[in-house]
Nanobody, 115 residues
């Protein structure tokens, strides 16, 4: 069965950094693009970043471009999200996602940016 497990969320001050990880299992990881989404309280879930299966191409939401970096290690079946220059508006639950005939989601990891 497909399983996605996010980790690395924490409480940080504005301007700080975090590195999120998503450990994947139950499918051939290197065959699929991976995505990071986030959802803030009372808001719709939004796409944050995408990385292709071999990691050669990435795309980002305008709100995080230049601050966040998505990467992957196919030998470890893990996708990462490096978040720098964090802002209070980045506060959300962050989810990783893979589309394999249908969407699969992890349970999410909480990121809180506040003084």
């Amino acid at each position: 069965q497909v399983r996605l497990v996010e980790s690395g969320g924490d409480l940080v001050q504005p301007g700080g950094s975090l590195r999120l990880s998503c450990a994947a299992s139950g499918f051939t990881f290197s065959n699929y693009a991976m995505r990071w989404y986030r959802q803030a309280p009372g808001k719709e879930r939004e796409l944050v970043a995408v990385i292709t299966n071999a990691g050669r191409r990435t795309n980002y939401a305008d709100s995080v471009k230049g601050r966040f970096t998505i990467s992957r290690d196919n030998a470890k079946n893990t996708v990462y999200l490096q978040m720098n220059s964090l802002k209070p508006e980045d506060t959300a639950v962050y989810y990783c996602n893979v589309h394999r005939r249908e969407d699969y989601w992890g349970q999410g990891t909480q990121v809180t940016v506040t003084v």
